[in-house]
């Protein structure tokens, strides 16, 4: 089976969803760890209860982001993990990362990407305007939310930011789940 680490800085209500697909039979892969960069990460409790391992490093202890991800690859290594699965993980992956895991970091980002990368994408599209938004599951290449797309689906803008935060999230939840079915699938094929 394809075991995966969860890369999440904040909430982790995609993390949540992944975890439970797996316990649920509905992805057929193992989340052998989390990794968060944010102490203070609520997905950290979220991991705890599932009593799956985790592991938190912040950059600014490292001198250098080479030297941060070389400590995150060895933590890898002792999870013997296959795929990253990145879910609100807010920082860029480096040439240490992406190396070790070629075309085998995975993200989620909530907009129809190549519109609106980066952090609030949500803001962003509603500050523009858009009528339509959406999510975007991609690999992940040096870029930011940039790489090769494995999934997207459009989800219309509601009357709040709360409703369309939520019609969004709902869809990320879901969305995230199919993608990383069908990749695994076809790696499973190969
Ligand atoms: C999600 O909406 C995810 O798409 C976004 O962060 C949120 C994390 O929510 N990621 C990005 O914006 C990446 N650029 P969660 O912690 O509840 O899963």
Redesign the pocket.
């Known amino acids: 089976t394809i075991r995966f680490a969860i890369f999440?800085s904040?909430?982790?209500?995609?993390?949540e969803a992944l975890y439970q697909a797996t316990k649920e039979g509905h992805l057929h892969g193992e989340v052998v760890g989390v990794f968060s960069d944010k102490e203070e990460a609520f997905?950290l409790e979220r991991a705890a209860k599932w009593d799956v391992p985790t592991a938190q490093l912040s950059p600014k202890a490292f001198a250098s982001k080479v030297d941060y991800e070389q400590a995150v690859l060895d933590q890898l290594r002792s999870w013997q993990v296959d795929f990253l699965v990145l879910?609100?993980y807010?920082r860029l992956i480096g040439p240490t990362l992406l190396n070790a895991f070629p075309n085998k970091i995975v993200?989620?980002?909530?907009s129809l990407l190549p519109a609106f990368?980066?952090?609030d994408?949500i803001g962003q599209a509603l500050a523009y305007g858009v009528q339509v938004t959406g999510?975007t599951v991609h690999l992940v290449d040096a870029g930011m939310?940039t790489g090769p797309i494995l999934a997207q689906r459009a989800v219309e803008v509601q009357a709040t930011l709360e409703q369309t935060e939520a019609c969004?999230?709902a869809v990320?939840h879901e969305l995230y789940r199919e993608a990383l079915d069908q990749l695994w699938n076809e790696e499973r094929m190969k």
């Open positions: 999440a904040g909430n982790g209500s995609n993390a997905v879910a609100g807010m993200n989620i980002h909530p990368p980066g952090k994408a999510v939310d969004i999230h990320e």
